[in-house]
């Protein structure tokens, strides 16, 4: 019997270890999520977590989609129409079940502004057409049962901003249902959304004009201030020195030592 737990401990160890040389030099989604698979398997929850978050679908900046980072890599011999889109949602599923787990509202949120994107577009490209509504209200699900629970959901005013304006944008049948969902949060956490969005606007209008003073440089500033200072003035005569003047009497004395 112990024989047979080390013979399995190191097979585990093998396959982990070529899981990792295939990332390594092949770094596509399905190794990345098949590592995650196997992290899963130990009770590794963050490090399945880290791979699918940090490279499966790993983003820049905040606001980026969810499936910018996701590319397929396709052979004409081994593709299966549908393929792509399931191999994505089985991930998705994944990171959205782990997000859950682990109380990250923050990525539940960019994966509910990600479908609204995808479902706004009508692509197909990431997700079938016929899973998108579902997937948004199981991540709407998820959200709302970690607001209820959090001891502080009022951290999450910029996150549940981005996803309100992400789901007002969109008319459609299953992001209006989503809409209804997110209203009822925003009004549980903050009050009223009327006052909770423009009050998120000034905030956001803030940041913006910060943003660009940072990006002035001294040039622009010193150029701005000489501009001011000419503003309105009359242009000034040049006076050329005289035959007599110091300038032209110190000239002749350097030409002429």
């Not at 606007?201 to 001011?228: N, Y």
């Amino acid at each position: 019997m112990v024989a047979q737990v080390d013979l399995m401990e190191e097979l585990w160890n093998l396959c982990h270890r070529g899981f990792e040389l295939v990332c390594d030099r092949f770094p596509h989604m399905k190794s990345y999520y098949r590592l995650a698979e196997m992290e899963l398997s130990k009770g590794n929850v963050e490090a399945a977590y880290n791979h699918l978050t940090k490279h499966v679908f790993r983003r820049k900046k905040r606001d980026d989609s969810m499936f910018d980072s996701v590319v397929e890599i396709t052979s004409q011999d081994i593709d299966r129409s549908g393929s792509f889109p399931y191999h994505v949602e089985r991930a998705l599923q994944l990171t959205m079940s782990l997000a859950y787990r682990l109380k990250d509202m923050s990525v539940l949120i960019s994966i509910i502004t990600s479908l609204v994107a995808n479902i706004e577009s009508r692509s197909e490209e990431f997700i079938l057409k016929e899973r998108q509504g579902a997937l948004l209200q199981h991540a709407v699900g998820r959200l709302h049962i970690l607001v209820m629970e959090s001891m502080a959901p009022k951290q999450l005013r910029f996150d549940m901003y981005r996803a309100w304006q992400a789901v007002s944008r969109c008319k459609t049948l299953a992001v209006r249902s989503a809409q209804t969902r997110l209203r009822l949060l925003i009004e549980h956490i903050f009050g009223s959304v009327e006052s909770f969005v423009a009050e998120q606007s000034t905030v956001d209008d803030h940041k913006k004009k910060q943003a660009r003073k940072r990006k002035l440089t001294t040039f622009d500033f010193v150029s701005g201030r000489q501009r001011a200072a000419t503003a309105g003035s009359q242009p000034v005569p040049v006076e050329h020195p005289g035959e007599n003047s110091e300038p032209v009497k110190l000239m002749r004395l350097a030409l002429n030592s």
